[in-house]
Structure formats: C-alpha cells, structure tokens
C-alpha cells in the first residue's frame, strides 16, 4: 500500500512514528445463554456491578485530576438507581443479566438522548459506557485498550474510562475519527504531553494492526504507511524534539522573560495536593489554579472542615512558598454530586452552579472558607471565587469570607494577615463590567474555556460545534483585551487559568495582549516557556493589536501561525 495522507483536528502537540493499533470498540460479544432464575440473575449482576466499581477505583488510584473527575462520574452512573430499576425490571421480565444490562443502558441512553438538555444528551456515551464494562464484567473479559507494545492508538472514539485505562508507558500517540479540541480524549493527551489528531475523517476504515502510522499533532496530520521521504522527515522532527526536550530540562530553572525584558509567571493546573507538588517539580512557578471538586467527588458525604482544611494545607506546603490559587467549589454544569441533591436543570452551565451554589449553600460554603483560612497560614495562599457574573456576586462572596473570619478568630483559630482573593472571569457580563469588579480584588483569573463558550453559544462539549468553539475568535480576544486593561488600570495583575494559556497561538496572543500569569497543565509549561522566551514583547503585542482588528479566527490564527511556527 502506498502511504495514506490524512487530515484531522491538531488535538496535542509532538510528532511521532509507530506501529497503529486499531481499537475498534463495541459490547463484549457474548454467547446467547438462557436466564436462571431472576434472583440468580440479579445476583449475578449485583456481582458484576462490584466489580466494575473495582476497576474503576483502580484506574481512580493511577488517574490525573482530569481523569478522576471522569471516572467520578462513571462511579456514580453505577449507582444510578433508576438504570439499576430498568436492569431489575428486564431480568424479571425473564432476560438473562448480560442482556438486561444491554436493554437497560440503551434504553436509559436513549431517553437522555431524547432530552433538550445538551448535557444531559452527552451523558448517553457515559451510560453506554458504563453498559460496556458492566456486561464485560458478567462474561469474565475486559474492556479497554491492552497494549503490547508501544503503539499509535487508531479509533472511532475513546470513551473516557479507554482513554484513562491506556498504560501511558507505551502509549506513542492517539488518532480519532471523532473528538473535538475539548473533548476528554484531547484534555487527557494534552496533560500527559502525549501527541494526538481527532476528527480524522476515514482513518479507522483504513488503517490496520501494526501499520506504521505518522502523527503530527501540530499540524493535524496522520500519514499510514507512509514512505522513506515521509519516515525521514518525521524521524528528524522526532530528533528535534528529543532534543528540545533536553534543552527544556536544562533551561527549566530560567525565568520565562521574554528577549526585551518583559516578565510573565507560568503557573501550573493542578488538582489534589500531589498534582501541586508534581507541577513544582516541572518547573511551575506557582499554581494558577487548583480545583477544589476533588475533595467533594466520589463520596457520598461532605468533606468536613478538618478534611479541607488538612489537604489545603497540604497543597500550600507542596508548593515551596509560591502562591497556590485555590478555587471555591465549582459543583454544577458538568459536574454532579449526588448527595448534594441537585434538582436536575434544562441547562446546569446556566443554572445553580460554582457560587450560586454556594450562596444557596451557605453552611458548605462557610466550611469551605474556615477551611482554606485556616490553612492561609502554611503557605502564600491566594481564594478565587467562580462565575462571578458582576459586583453583587463578588460583594456577597467577600463578606462570607469576611463572615469566616470573624467566626475562626473567635474561635482563636489562627488566620494569615495577607492572602489575596481574586476571581474568575468567565461571563462575559464579568469581562464587560472589569473596570469596577478590579477596584475589589487582588487578581483576575481568566477561565477561557467558558469564556468562549459563554460569548461564542456553543457548548464546549458538543462534537457537533467542534468548529464553532474558537478560542481566537475576535470576540473572545476584544472580552480579554478590555479585561486586561481594567485590571492593569486598577494596578491588579492578570492571569489565565483555561485551556487557551497552554496552547502556543494562544499563549503568544495573551502575551501580546498583556496577560501577567499562564497556568496550564504541567506538561505544557516548558514549551510555552520557550515560546514566551523567544518571542518579543513588542513583537506579540503587534500582533495582537492587528488581531484586535480582524473579523474571523481564521484571519488572527494565520496570522500568528507563523510566529508560533518560527519558535517550534
């Protein structure tokens, strides 16, 4: 065969060569057997489901931030008791337990499928999902990719829990037919700094066990069985970056200055106390933001004040006196907590989620902050408030804080004199009203993916408006501009904390555009280091302005493209 050109989504960057392996994902195909009796049967799934919740805790114990609160997710759907009452009503109806398990999630899909709720729609996959391993579990096979050897991943999709169950050490690089730049597939490469291209039109039809595979996932490029001009250019681009990679570790300890002199402070995304630790030791200079969700997810219960506070602390003391953003719980949207008992929303990104809910919340919220106070005083701690859509909010969040104190200082609960509070800009009222929000916080911090989302109407996690989410939309980067100069107005630094600070077109234009602080998943930091530190100030600043000016994403990305290009 001669070599095969395809042409996909750039998803993460790196280039490599490899052998594919073809995942061609499916429901374990089992032997039709009869049904025993449906107490057998609801044994035996009883059974099945105690296992699939085992593996899934397995892979939680080697998982990322990002991965956990995927398997969270999946962990709960297990316990779902309307799914658990359609699987007992088909074993009764007389179905052996694989088949009941099979009727019961393709039902329960569907009926989420049929739903208005775009999230909702979405969670289908999830319960297909979940459908898969537990029949797997009922016949004794495994689900998920088992690699042999080190490969090129080719598949459909990945779900979530395929992507996270991959053993990583042999993992070359991953290339989808479907998949968007945010799905989790695109997150989960990206934060591992593994190379990877989605919506690759084509690419399972054609591609076979063991064929070498090339995969620029820079370029959105998959070349099968490609030819002796092809293996040579991408064997030297894959020596480049080795040895890229070399210079990186040496020059890890320099400051990211650019050459006229002009300071930016890359901070790292992390997730739990040791994703903290983890991102020092990559060189982040702080951390921009940490998630609390960690500490709310895949429990039945609360996290008590002293568990907060315990792991809080734990966070500032790993980050070796560099400033730790940590961020008040952001539950809602995409991420549910069963025990919260959320009423279910037509649209949960635009309902009771992050402060809202914590306004409704009042005793969690002030559990929260005693908390985060308490530990302000084993490290340079800085609180960030989400979705702040204008003063109201942020006034009414300063006084909890406020509330919080009072109440540890009566206690003789010892609190830091300095820790600053800040928060996220992420509604596009929040951007448009910058300029008084920034007379009332220490910081503002970015979260561009919602940003987007917010000022573009397209779900970020719908395949079908993969297109339309355009971080470099003139529109997202007006919003950004007007934000920095409201705080830089008003003497307050600026950072990102989305997934747009990590990407090198997008670093390089909020560098331009005056952007303090990245923060961005560790794996990412050495190259927008390099980028930071070979681009001059005044030179991005020039193109930002002219990007400013422009009408498409198309017109500012083949603009910046070069200069991104130029770096490598």
């Known amino acids: 065969m001669s070599e095969k050109v395809l042409h996909g989504v750039a998803a993460a960057a790196g280039v490599v060569i490899g052998p594919a392996f073809v995942y061609r994902e499916g429901q374990p195909e089992t032997a039709a057997r ?43 759907m297990l316990q779902d008791p309307e799914l658990q009452n359609l699987v007992e ?149 894959m020596a480049r970056a080795r040895e890229q990679a070399e210079r990186d570790r040496a020059e890890a300890s320099l400051p990211a200055e650019t050459p006229d002199g002009v300071r930016v402070e890359l901070a790292g995304n992390a997730g739990s106390p040791g994703e903290v630790a983890f991102a020092m030791e990559k060189g982040a ?46 539950i809602g949207g995409d991420k549910d907590v069963p025990y919260l008992g959320l009423a279910k929303e037509e649209n949960p990104f635009l309902g009771v989620r992050a402060l809202r809910l914590c306004f409704r919340r009042p005793e969690l919220f002030q559990t929260q902050l005693r908390a985060l106070l308490r530990a302000s005083v084993h490290g340079r701690l800085a609180i960030m408030f989400p979705m702040v859509s204008g003063l109201s909010d942020l006034r009414r969040a300063k006084e909890a804080l406020a509330e919080a104190r009072r109440s540890l200082e009566a206690e003789g609960h010892p609190v830091a004199d300095r820790y600053e509070v800040g928060i996220m800009v992420e509604i596009p009222s929040a951007a448009l009203l910058a300029d008084h929000l920034a007379r009332e916080v220490d910081f503002f911090s970015i979260g561009t993916n919602d940003l987007v989302q917010y000022t573009l109407a397209v779900d970020r996690g719908n395949p079908e408006l993969t297109e339309m989410y355009q971080p470099y939309h003139p529109a997202v980067l007006r919003l950004i501009d007007r934000i920095v100069q409201a705080a830089h107005a008003a003497g307050k630094w600026v950072g990102v904390c989305g997934e747009m600070g990590g990407l090198p077109e997008g670093a390089l234009l909020l560098l331009g555009l005056g952007v303090d602080e990245l923060s961005m998943a560790p794996a990412l930091l050495p190259r927008i280091k390099r980028l930071v530190r070979s681009t001059p100030a005044a030179e991005a600043r020039a193109v930002a302005r002219e990007c400013l000016e422009l009408g498409t994403p198309e017109e500012v990305l083949a603009l910046v493209g070069p200069l991104v290009r130029r770096v490598g």
């Open 34 to 76: 009869a049904a025993a009796t449906p107490e057998e049967e609801l044994a035996r799934f009883e059974e099945a489901r105690r296992r699939a919740e085992n593996e899934l805790n397995a892979l939680a114990e080697r998982a990322d931030d990002q991965g956990r609160e995927i398997l969270t997710a999946h962990q709960l």
């Open 285 to 330: 200079e702080g951390i921009g933001l940490l998630r609390s969700e960690f500490l709310f997810m895949g429990r039945s219960t609360a996290p008590t004040e002293e568990e907060q506070y315990q792991a809080y602390a734990e966070a500032l003391r790993n980050a070796r006196g560099q400033r730790v953003i940590i961020r008040t719980l952001d």
């Open 89 to 237: 009503a088909a074993i009764r109806d007389g179905q052996p337990a694989e088949e009941a398990v099979r009727t019961a999630t393709e039902q329960f899909a569907a009926m989420l499928e049929a739903l208005d709720d775009e999230y909702l729609r979405e969670r289908a996959a999830d319960v297909r999902d979940v459908g898969r391993r537990l029949v797997a579990a009922l016949t004794g096979r495994t689900v998920g990719v088992v690699l042999q050897r080190p490969s090129v991943v080719v598949a459909r999709d990945l779900a979530p829990t395929d992507t996270i169950g991959i053993d990583r050490s042999l993992l070359l690089g991953i290339v989808t037919e479907q998949g968007g730049p945010t799905s989790h597939t695109t997150i989960l490469a990206r934060s591992w700094g593994i190379p990877a291209v989605v919506a690759t039109a084509g690419v399972l039809e054609a591609a076979s066990d063991g064929m070498t595979v090339a995969l620029d996932g820079d370029a959105g490029e998959v070349v099968l069985d490609p030819g002796a001009e092809t293996r040579s250019r991408y064997e030297a681009a």
